[in-house]
């Protein structure tokens, strides 16, 4: 039960690799479709999703509001979820930025070289090479900083995946068979830590997810079922933060029990202010 | 069938999968070589060779064009290496200096950090902090080289067709992935594909000939018609007419040798 994760700066392509490995391997997939069902679950309008999961709010955006975080984590905990029922191909929602530590997760990037993405800019928009140039380097930057900003990783570094393909040269359905071989490998199959550490990022996500409704700059890992909440807070109010986040997380089915670590931040705790 | 490039971030077993995809598909390898033969064919000391393709250029370096002359060599040396098709490069910048070639799969291996750093502590006996170090400093050394040459980052991976971590995959992974794409059509030579590796022979010849004297032309060639282009400001010198008529007469391969100031030089000049 492999578990497939795309990643691509040529979305149609990525779509089309992710089908015919539906129909390859029989397996489900998890698409930004899911995100209607965000929408039903937590009352974030689709489109305000979608949104998050292409635009970086300004630093004092980003300070003054977490709903962005929270947006974005209510896609991950969605995400997770489904990722932990089957055999599953999973891409357009940023998932190998976030299903880290996951040894049966086969992480590929497709891409093409930024040569024929300017040829093909050129061709589709009928602008000249130099505009289409400095829209694509614009644009390869936007990626950059949303990645970064969203889940402190460049999705564009090669370490961040197994293999990378260039479908310059590449046939597509070559691309279909290689990471279709490389999913068979038994590396990839799914064992109990690597699902148990699944299980792990899954409570995490959830977690996060409900402390964010409420407060910011929350980081969360989980241990067998034991949550850490890493944060900031005013001196003066960190004993009450962390009943708080205790009373929250500790609600969640499958949270064994909870710690918190909290450090003492003067402009997280003004940002948190103003937020509430 | 292909020739293979095969880029590797420092330690990352870049070797052990260019031997086992070599002996896998029977195709020659050559690494080092390619600096002998520059070595021996242009009279310059390889460590000189090695050091220009290794390190990054230093200030004065940028201005005394040195380190573009010996690339020029090791480039000439490299085409006539590979022009015969079959056969696996695992030196430097393989993907760079044999850009262009529809038939040259161009992979990179990259493995993790902490695969390296455990590589290099025990290879040679240091600590992980002075591995680390090391592992930075050979990054870091590759970034500015290929950035000052080509103004391009080596961890692009639109560079190369195929990019694979060796983590999870393992290196018998990455033999099979490379050899099963060194078969597809994608990479098969071609007739034109084949001219066209000649002519960068005889471009690469053309510009070795003439670097050390003209350190800022370009040379293209097309079935042997070789243009050689000058910066906007140059002219044909008398010493230039002159190299040309020695470079005309040695190389019977050229039909045609023409010299255009005032243009840009094209992308796919060497």
Known sequence: MPLIILSSNSKEEEKEIAKKLLQVKGYGGVDPGILSEVEAK?????????????????????????????????????????????????????????????????????????????????????????????????????????????????????????????????????????????????????????????????????VRTTLLKSMQDIRVQTIDGTVLVFTKAFKQKKIEKIKEIKDLAGKIEGVRGVEVHVTNNLFGDISGNANS | MAIITISRGSFSMGKSVAEKVAEKLNYGIISREVLLDASNHYNIPEIKLEKAIHDAPGILERYSHKKQEYISYIRSALVDKVVNDNIIYHGLAGHLLLKGISHVLKVRITANMESRISYVMKRDGISAHDAHALILENDNQRRKWTHSLYGQDPWDSSLYDLTIRIDKLSIDDAVNFICQTAKTDG????????????????????????????????????????????????????????????????????????????????????
């Not at chain 2, 010849?205 to 042997?224: N, Q, R």
């Open chain 1, 42 to 206: 937590y009352h974030i309008d689709t489109g305000k999703l979608a949104e998050t999961l292409e635009q970086t709010p300004s630093f004092f955006e980003k300070m003054m509001s977490g709903k962005w975080q929270y947006r974005l984590a209510c896609i991950e905990a969605e995400v997770i979820e489904r990722l932990m029922k089957d055999n599953t191909v999973c891409w357009g929602l940023a998932a190998h930025l976030y299903v880290v530590g996951i040894s049966h997760a086969l992480k590929v990037r497709i891409i093409h070289a930024n040569q024929t993405r300017i040829e093909n800019i050129v061709e589709q928009q009928g602008i000249p090479v130099q505009r289409a140039q400095k829209w694509l380097d614009t644009e390869n930057q936007r990626r950059k900083k949303w990645s970064l900003a969203a889940f402190n990783r460049d999705e564009t570094d090669p370490s961040e995946y197994d293999l990378v393909i260039n479908l310059d040269q590449i046939d597509l359905n070559e691309a279909v068979l290689t990471i279709n071989g490389a999913a068979s490998y038994r590396k990839f199959q799914p064992i109990t830590y690597s699902m148990k550490s699944l299980s792990d990022l899954a409570l995490s996500a959830k």
């Open chain 2, 187 to 270: 990479f098969t030579t071609t007739e034109k594909s084949l001219q066209k590796i000649k002519d960068m022979a005889l471009a690469c010849h053309v510009k070795a000939a003439l670097v050390h004297d003209f350190p800022d032309i370009g040379v293209t060639s097309e079935y042997g018609n070789v243009l050689i282009y000058l910066k906007p400001k140059d002219h044909v010198t008398s010493k230039l007419s002159k190299r040309l008529d020695e470079i005309r007469h040695r190389k019977g391969t050229i039909y045609n040798l023409e010299v255009h100031a005032g243009i840009p030089i094209p992308e796919d000049a060497v």
